[in-house]
């Protein structure tokens, strides 16, 4: 499984010329991917992949995404997780009901996972699709 305590392997003081423009990209509060915990990236990542499927991003939607990674997740580490992750300005939180909560990724929060995103593609030496939405793709 993963640990809550991980940490990324860049440092946010190394920069080569390929990621010097963007490497200090941050949320408002000055968070970066390395000061996030493993599980609060993978939350991030659920709370993308709900918003791109177009379904609605409340707690048990976004418990039931990361259960297919951790198995059972714990109602407190989740809902903590989320609220330290609305503090730091990575996702909005909302009330959808009287009893639910909504919870969407903040342009800081987006931003953190491209830039996660492009690391990799560097990393991996691999071009990704881009498209202006035309459905027409194009290789980066």
Request: overall charge negative.
């Amino acid at each position: 499984m993963y640990d809550d305590n991980s940490r990324g392997l860049e440092s946010p003081d190394t920069t080569d010329v390929s990621t010097a423009s963007d490497q200090r990209l941050v949320a408002d509060g000055g968070t970066t991917w390395g000061d996030l915990t493993g599980f609060q990236r993978d939350t991030l990542a659920a709370i993308a992949r709900l918003e791109r499927d177009a379904e609605t991003s409340y707690g048990l939607a976004i418990k039931r995404r990361l259960e297919r990674e951790y198995g059972e997740v714990n109602h407190g580490r989740l809902y903590t997780n989320l609220d330290d992750l609305a503090d730091d300005g990575l996702v909005e939180k909302s009330a959808l009901d009287k009893r639910t909560n909504e919870y969407v990724l903040t342009d800081s929060g987006r931003a953190l996972l491209i830039q996660r995103v492009e690391r990799l593609v560097d990393a991996c030496e691999i071009g990704i699709a881009t498209t202006d939405g035309s459905g027409m793709g194009d290789r980066a």
